[in-house]
Nanobody, 125 residues
Framework: QVQLVESGGGLVQAGDSLRLSCVASGRFFSSYTMGWFRQAPGKERAFVASSNWNGENTKYSESVKGRFTISRDNAKNTMYLQMNSLKPEDTAVYYC??????????????????WGQGTQVTVSS
């Protein structure tokens, strides 16, 4: 039921940074685990990061750990993905998504029931 809108993607050079935002409608944003996924052309949608309802429980894929940071501002119904030290292999459409849980941080696409439209991130070398 929640509507999700991503923004912040763009074309950057390797080593640069971007911050993606995901704005959700409805005041119950804070009730759900939220996640970021990405999908490169010809590849499966892949997990990037997730955060439980209050941000105390987070999870990252090994490929982004130490470079990306997921955060959320529940008062603003907004989730962020700070991406530093970007690499060409980070190039993908990035999606935010909501899970039907509040405390766990699943990494499977099937665990999420609502998706944004995606924002393109392209990293050149």
């Amino acid at each position: 039921q929640v509507q999700l809108v991503e923004s912040g993607g763009g074309l950057v050079q390797a080593g640069d940074s971007l911050r993606l935002s995901c704005v959700a409608s409805g005041r119950f944003f804070s009730s759900y685990t939220m996640g970021w996924f990405r999908q490169a052309p010809g590849k499966e949608r892949a997990f990037v990061a997730s955060s439980n309802w209050n941000g105390e429980n987070t999870k990252y894929s090994e490929s982004v750990k130490g470079r990306f940071t997921i955060s959320r501002d529940n008062a603003k119904n907004t989730m962020y993905l700070q991406m530093n030290s970007l690499k060409p292999e980070d190039t993908a459409v990035y999606y935010c998504a909501r899970a039907a849980v509040a405390y766990t941080v699943p990494s499977r696409v099937a665990s999420y029931d609502n998706w944004g439209q995606g924002t393109q991130v392209t990293v050149s070398s």
